[in-house]
């Protein structure tokens, strides 16, 4: 007795696309993983939150694939899908607060102490800037992101990226000349 199966069996088409769309969501995440995860970990200061929050952008960029367009604008695509998600764990759940000083990003290269103690005080220089100024900059110096990009990320216009990214590299500006300053009043008193 022979049973045939009907239904059961994907056409050799269905089968193509969906090999297809495993190839281009590898590529996807092979070339995005590290910058999905420097940007994570910049807004979570937690390298298992970060972590998790990755996985979970790769979750939705899977489940949504079909709904990207143009490969060319995949990070900026992801990037937005992660910024969702990091939004959705302060929807869910009320997080405990930690004093960011107290946390510094992994860096596997060895600086020298001395652009190690420079590198700590920028970031928390950043740190220091209002959020409306410092998501841009951050976009632009981690994640590499144009003034297009970043008006797309954060849906705002392109002028108003380029001012608070003026604006942020002004105030940066504004507190490394206290310091120069401070600094030599230190030495002359």
Known sequence: ????????????SQVSSDMEKQRRY??????WHRDLYRYAYWLTKDQHVAEDLVQETCLRAW??????Q????????????????????F???????VDIDDHQV????RPSEEASVEQQWLH???????????????????????????????????????????????QLKEFMDNQTSGQRGALNG
């Open 1 to 12: 007795m022979v049973l045939k199966v009907f239904g059961n069996k994907k056409s050799e």
């Open 70 to 89: 143009d490969d060319n604008a995949a990070k900026a695509w992801l990037i937005t899908i992660l910024r969702r998600e990091n939004a959705r764990r």
């Open 26 to 31: 590898e590529a996807l995440v092979r070339a």
């Open 124 to 170: 928390k220089q950043i740190m220091r800037l209002s959020p409306e100024y410092r998501e841009p900059l951050v976009l632009q110096v981690v994640a590499g992101f144009s003034g297009e990009e970043i008006a797309e990320i954060l849906d705002l216009n392109k002028n108003t990226v380029m001012t608070r990214l003026f604006r942020a590299r002004n």
């Open 91 to 97: 929807e869910r759940k009320q997080l405990e607060l």
């Open 106 to 109: 992994a860096d596997d290269a």
């Open 63 to 68: 489940r949504s694939l079909d709904s990207l």
